[in-house]
């Protein structure tokens, strides 16, 4: 998902874009209100469930194959065999996973009403290229 652009509505589509659409059409009358788009008609967009959809499957793929075979879950199955009680272990560690995902949200959330999208995307990629090349380094000095 690219975020160098301006805000997007729920629907998936912006006001500027849908703006920009009219004013390319030759069947409205742009200097009336009339010619601007029902924000209910908007709102119940088709593409506003698929948007809503497409968020939720990218990021359950996403933190599923992240979180595949690592040591959170080594040791919540360790756990699980050493107590003896899977359900309790289940539960405490699916509450830890929602409470740091629920971390991650809200500083997400106040860092994007600070700065901007490309200033977030910028220092995301930086943060990524630094953590890949000190794994290389580990990868070149471990051996």
């Known amino acids: ?16 874009e849908i703006e920009l659409e009219l004013k390319d059409s030759d069947d409205f ?12 008609v908007v709102a119940d967009n088709p593409r506003k469930q698929e948007s809503a959809l497409a968020i939720f499957g990218t990021t359950f793929i996403t ?4 979180e595949i075979g690592d040591k959170t879950q080594l040791s919540t199955l360790l756990m699980s065999a050493e107590s003896h009680s899977p359900w309790l272990v289940f539960i405490g ?30 220092s995301a990629g ?10 290389f380094w580990d990868v070149l000095i471990g051996h």
């Open 93 to 122: 560690s699916a509450a830890a996973l929602i409470t740091t995902s629920l971390l991650g949200v809200l500083l997400g959330s106040w860092i994007a009403s600070r700065l901007s999208p490309k200033t977030v995307e910028k």
């Open 1 to 16: 998902m690219k975020l160098d652009s301006a805000p997007i509505g729920i629907s998936g589509i912006s006001s500027s």
């Open 63 to 66: 933190i599923f194959l992240a």
């Open 29 to 40: 009358n742009l200097t009336s209100p009339q010619c601007l788009p029902d924000k209910s």
């Open 126 to 135: 930086v943060m990524l290229l630094l953590i890949s090349l000190m794994l």
